[in-house]
């Protein structure tokens, strides 16, 4: 079987959670090939197996290089591990006993290298992934590398999902769209976002920034918002300082867009060190959809 053919099987046993991005009707999954509603808007499953759902031609700015060093850092350094064990334990307290069979949406997935560790970090073979981004480079290479979540191009402002489809949604260090996000949850769902807190990264920050107001984060505000579309169940403060060595520094500068701002002599200065601390600071929002 081709990947082209595995993804039509796997999407055709999902067909109701997919909703036309043109139209908003309902779809079906056609001759083992395409996505199709039923005014026939028609989209073919890559030969990679994912499906390009996006209402609207993209350019991004987040290329291979950039999702190639996001991946290394994700999957090989010591920086987000805790990470993934945190939402994975989260999603196992707040879903308490429900079924062990329910769909979890990566929304802003990039190379999707988080969702799939923290399917992982699940564990349960019941669990229906998608995983969706704008950036077509960046599900390129999601779907080449990892065969089991569904992989979409998709925008977050016209999400190509139903109303009440999604049990979980995870939005990792990345835009929402809360409005949209409410419409896909199920009813109780939850709703998983990351922020970064003051001292996310802050010694890449101090390194590459004079101004005080780019050396550190704030997240009150999306912390207010989210209270706004969801009950707040819990909040979760990830803070501690990792070692990365020469090459993780590097691909650290590389998979972040503040340092393509940053001046260039202070960048080749910190990715020239044989290794350095960095603060991972971040809160987890749990919400849940009522
Ligand atoms: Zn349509």
Not at 1 to 9: G, P
Not at 65 to 88: D, G, Q, V
Not at 126 to 136: A, M, N
């Amino acid at each position: 079987m081709t990947r082209q053919s595995i993804s039509a099987a796997r999407v055709k046993e999902l067909e109701p959670v997919f909703k036309c991005p043109l139209c908003e009707s309902p779809m079906r999954v056609a001759e083992c090939k395409s996505l199709i509603c039923c005014r026939n808007h028609t989209f073919d499953f890559s030969k990679y197996g994912y499906l390009n759902l996006s209402a609207r031609p993209v350019s991004s700015k987040y290329t291979k290089e950039l999702f190639e060093a996001r991946r290394k850092i994700i999957t090989e350094s010591s920086l987000y591990p805790s990470l993934h064990e945190a939402i994975a334990s989260a999603i196992k307290d707040h879903r308490g006993g429900s079924a062990d069979s329910y769909t979890m949406a990566d929304l802003g997935c990039g190379e999707g290298s988080h969702l799939h560790r923290i399917m992982e970090e699940c564990g349960s073979p019941g669990i229906t992934g998608i995983g969706l981004d704008l950036s077509k480079e960046g599900i390129i290479m999601a779907a080449k590398r990892y065969e089991d979540p569904i992989w979409i191009v998709g925008d977050l402002a016209k999400l190509p999902l139903a109303d009440q489809s999604v049990n979980v949604v995870l939005n990792i260090l990345s835009p929402s769209n809360y409005k949209e996000f409410k419409r896909i949850s199920v009813q109780d769902g939850l709703v998983i976002k990351v922020v970064p807190r003051p001292g996310y990264l802050k010694e890449l920050r101090e390194a590459l920034y004079d101004r005080e107001e780019n050396k550190r984060y704030r997240n009150d505000e999306t912390a207010a918002l989210f209270r706004q579309h969801f009950v707040l169940a819990d909040v979760i403060h990830l803070s501690y300082i990792k070692e990365l060595n020469q090459v993780e520094l590097g691909n650290m500068v590389r998979m972040t867009p503040l340092a393509w701002s940053g001046n260039k002599a202070r960048i080749e200065e910190y990715i020239n060190r044989d290794s350095a601390e960095i603060t991972v600071d971040l809160d987890i929002l749990i919400g849940k959809n009522k």
